[in-house]
């Protein structure tokens, strides 16, 4: 009878689960077996009741600036506003903590976990062993398959802000979590070593969270099933080696705006869908690789370059060697680039015989140019066409402001 009742509870969405436990007492007791946890604002009825308050623009100060700031009107008001909105931010946070932990402690230690969701944008430096106990109870499970932690504020984003730190002891290799553990999205958080080591993990999704290159190495060598990498905003990431020999799985590799990525090597991989995003050219953030990405079929590059270099100054930093792309990946299939502002296209002539898309079949180019006549930018289509002898498709949109 018992599994019966937890069956029928776990079709339904935790509120409603939530809602028939509570009004009924059998219901109740199949309650804290309840399969999937998500734990953010709107399956907590939090609500803010005044907005975020802006950051204030810093006083400009200097050894000629010794005058102090001066009264803004109306300011007394907009500290009390903030005053007031931190208060309930610090509310809303206990509250968070409270629910959570009522939940979790009216949960049977042998319940099957399968997911658990904790999004939580009031994260305090206090709440971090909370957030460590929830994680740990779920991943003593040895069901647990999906993991997301999402600790994004609202408001204007400070990269300095309190992250929460992974506790990768308890995925280390002989965990329960580490056998089970399939699916992990992490946001605004960050992983130190000891890397855990999750041979079951399919998808990993990290966004904006502190990690080195070599630490994610380290990481990405146990996952030897992984089939997606997200990597978003992940300031502390100065290059990517994807392993062929361990990845063997891995199909789709997503690296966006994550500023400081220099180098990435995804030579003998097994990647067939490429996105970049950055201010990188991509024969130059390639270049490290010992040879081409033959699995790469679909490859899409969101490029910009926001300054202007001089005319004597123009390097590859601003040059996109678009042939460069055929020698990289010979399988090429789909293409899709977006350049934004400074960025200019080149061919290289005359063609050889290694540097022909020889496979590409559809070609979208967007080009977002303003204040620019862009007149000269589009002679390499006429190469580039010829480059590609069995194109299907060509979308071109451009726009000047």
């Given at each position: ?19 028939v436990s509570s009004s009924c007492s059998v219901f ?225 590799l997503v690296v966006k705006s994550c500023w400081s ?140 402001s």
């Open positions: 009878m018992q599994d019966v009742l937890c069956r029928i509870l776990s079709c339904l969405c935790m509120r409603d689960a939530a809602r109740l007791r199949a309650w804290g077996r309840y399969p999937r946890l998500t734990f953010d604002e709107d399956t907590l009825r939090l609500r803010r009741q005044h907005p975020e308050p802006e950051a204030a623009a810093p006083h400009e100060a200097g050894e000629d600036n010794l005058m102090p700031p001066p009264i803004i009107l109306g300011q007394q008001q907009q500290q009390d506003d903030v005053l007031v909105a931190l208060r309930e931010r610090d509310e809303l946070a206990r509250g968070f903590v409270r629910h959570v932990d009522a939940v979790m402690s009216r949960r049977r230690s042998d319940a099957a976990l399968d997911a658990l969701t904790i999004k939580l944008a009031y994260l305090r430096e206090q709440d971090a062993p909370c957030v460590d106990r929830w994680v740990r109870l779920a991943l003593t499970s040895t069901t647990t398959r999906r993991l997301r932690l999402d600790f994004l504020p609202h408001g204007c984003y400070n990269p300095d802000r309190l992250r929460y730190e992974l506790p990768c002891s308890l995925l280390s290799a002989g965990t329960a979590a580490a056998g089970a553990l399939e699916h992990l999205y992490l946001r605004m958080g960050s992983i130190r070593a000891p890397m855990p080591e999750l041979a079951s993990l399919v998808t990993l999704v990290l966004s904006r969270v502190r990690v080195t290159g070599e630490d994610l190495g380290h990481l990405l060598y146990s996952c030897h099933r992984l089939q997606s990498l997200k990597l978003k905003r992940c300031e502390d990431l100065a290059y990517l080696k994807v392993p062929p020999d361990r990845l063997k799985q891995l199909r789709t990525m220099r180098e990435m090597d995804i030579s003998g991989s097994s990647v067939e869908s490429l996105r970049f995003e950055g201010r990188h050219m991509p024969g130059t953030l390639l270049c490290g690789s010992v040879g081409p990405a033959l699995r790469v079929t679909s490859a899409e590059f969101d490029l910009e370059q926001l300054i202007a270099p001089a005319e004597s100054e123009a390097t590859e930093s601003s040059r996109l060697q678009l042939l460069s792309l055929a020698h990289l990946m010979p399988r090429l299939e789909t293409l899709s680039l977006t350049l934004v502002r400074h960025i200019k296209v080149v061919m290289t002539s005359p063609h050889s015989s290694g540097n022909r898309f020889r496979h590409l079949k559809r070609v979208k180019l967007e080009f977002y140019m303003p204040g620019r006549d862009g007149r000269d930018d589009f002679l390499f289509l006429y190469s580039f066409l010829d480059s590609a002898p069995i194109m299907e498709a060509l979308s071109l949109d451009v726009r000047s």
